[in-house]
C-alpha cells in the first residue's frame, strides 16, 4: 500500500531563518506530488507540483522553492523565511484510475514563523 | 476569475442530515472533489464526481450538477465525529485543483 511521510510536525523558525521540509512517498512510483499551504480559515493554495524528477511547476511566486531529487522524494524550502510563510504546510499525492483520481495529503507541518 | 463557494460554518444535531452546498465558476471542469479535515489534521478523501449525478457511499453522498456548477455532500444519521471541515475542490482546464476555504460543520448532542 501507498503511504506519504511528511516532516516535521511542527516548527518554530525565526524571520529570516532558512527552511526545509521533507516529503517522501512510499508503494508507488513516478507520482505527481504537491506543496500546499493552508492558512488559518482559508482554502488551500496550491505553491508547488512535480510531474517527474527535477521537473518543479511553481503557482505562486515567493520566497520558497522546491526541489525533487528523486522520484519519490519533494522538498520545500527557503533561504529567508518571512512571517507571511506562517501555516500548515502539506504534501500530496496522486494518481489516476480510469475517471477516478485521488489526491493522498501527508500529515501536515504547522510553521510558526516569529 | 475562478472562484469555489461553501458556507463558512454550518450546526446539525447528532443523528439528523447535513447537506453541504459548494457552487463552482472556473475555466474548464475535470472532476468535483470533497475532503474532510480535523483540526490540525491533514484532510482525508471522502468523494470524486465527474459526472452528472449522485454518488453513495455509506453515510455519505456527493451530488453534482455540472450546467448549475453545483455540488452538495450529504451526511446521515450523524455522528460526533463528523465535527469537521468538509472542503470542497474542483479540477479545472489545467488540471490543477481549486479549492473552496472549506465548511465548518458543528454537530450538537
Known amino acids: 500500500s501507498q503511504t506519504i511521510h511528511q516532516w516535521p510536525a511542527t516548527l518554530v523558525q525565526p524571520v529570516g531563518s532558512p527552511l526545509s521540509l521533507e516529503c517522501t512517498v512510499e508503494g508507488t512510483s513516478n507520482p505527481n506530488l504537491y506543496w500546499y499551504r493552508q492558512a488559518a480559515g482559508r482554502g488551500l493554495q496550491l505553491l508547488f507540483y512535480?510531474?517527474?524528477?527535477?521537473?518543479i511547476s511553481s503557482e505562486v511566486p515567493q520566497n520558497l522553492s522546491a526541489s525533487r531529487p528523486q522520484d519519490r522524494q519533494f522538498i520545500l524550502s527557503s533561504k529567508k523565511l518571512l512571517l507571511s510563510d506562517s501555516g500548515f504546510y502539506l504534501c500530496a499525492w496522486s494518481f489516476r484510475t480510469g475517471r477516478n483520481e485521488k489526491l493522498f495529503f501527508g500529515s501536515g507541518t504547522q510553521l510558526s514563523v516569529l | 476569475g475562478q472562484n469555489i463557494d461553501q458556507p463558512t460554518e454550518m450546526t446539525a444535531t447528532e443523528g439528523a442530515i447535513v447537506q453541504i452546498n459548494c457552487t463552482y465558476q472556473?475555466?474548464?471542469?475535470?472532476?468535483l472533489f470533497w475532503y474532510q479535515q480535523h483540526a490540525g489534521e491533514a484532510p482525508t478523501f471522502l468523494s470524486y464526481?465527474?459526472l452528472d449525478g449522485l454518488e453513495e457511499k455509506g453515510r455519505f453522498s456527493s451530488f453534482l450538477s455540472r450546467s448549475k456548477g453545483y455540488s452538495y455532500l450529504l451526511l446521515k444519521e450523524l455522528q460526533m465525529k463528523d465535527s469537521a471541515s468538509y472542503l470542497c475542490a474542483v479540477k479545472g482546464s489545467n488540471y490543477q485543483l481549486i479549492w473552496g476555504a472549506g465548511t465548518k460543520l458543528i454537530i450538537k448532542p
Open positions: 472556473t475555466s474548464g471542469f475535470n472532476g
Open positions: 512535480s510531474v517527474g524528477i527535477g521537473q
Open positions: 464526481n465527474v
